[in-house]
């Protein structure tokens, strides 16, 4: 995969690849030292995930753009990208198609989507769910917490920590502490004991 984006790239006459990295660790530690244009990132990486590493990659190098390359056809993993700092996400399967124009958004400081997922949140956007009703995004009736907000509350609720919960699902510290951030505001609770009231009165956990 890596050769095929390298091949790529290089066909373009103002792109020049500097450094491929097997891991998101190395990909950071390049970052600091040598300050890039533009990273180009997967999500899915050992040793440090690709959220952990764009948070790091923008906390030492601002002027870096980082754009994600990724097999994950998500809203919510999206939403956590942006979040996290990057500019611009792609669909592997839509690499041909989209790669090299994601670039030269993200090289003028513009964000770029994948097209299906530009659909998919423009029709969030639009048509939003209906907060009255149950959807997969939106599982909890009533409530703007996405299907992984409500299971993060439901493990908060059971008495798991963040370093419990994250192995769990897959996820990391980082980023099971900020869907806690993001159901405190969400929700409006001002305490974990406003969380766990609202957990037993939803049947989330029992009394």
Known sequence: ??????????????????YEAANGAEAVEYVKKHKPDMVLLDLTMPEMNGLDAVHEIRECSPETNVLILTMHFSEEVARE???????????????????????????????FFTGKLAFSLVDSFVNGPNVGEATDEHP????????????????????????????AIGLSIRTVESHRNHI???MKFNSFS??????????????
Request: charged fraction near 25%; include cysteine.
């Open 1 to 18: 995969m890596r050769r095929g984006i390298r091949a790529l790239l290089a066909n373009e006459p103002d792109v020049e690849v500097c």
């Open 81 to 111: 990208a942006f979040r996290a700092g990057a500019h611009g996400y792609v669909l592997k399967s839509d690499a041909d198609a989209d790669l090299l124009s994601a670039v030269r958004h993200v090289q003028q400081h513009k964000p």
């Open 140 to 167: 909890l009736p009533g409530t703007p917490l996405t299907a992984r907000e409500v299971e993060v509350l439901q493990m908060l609720a059971s008495g798991m920590s963040n370093k419990q919960i994250a192995p």
């Open 184 to 186: 405190m505001h969400k």
């Open 194 to 207: 406003d969380l766990m009231r609202f957990a037993i009165r939803s049947h989330l956990v029992d009394a």
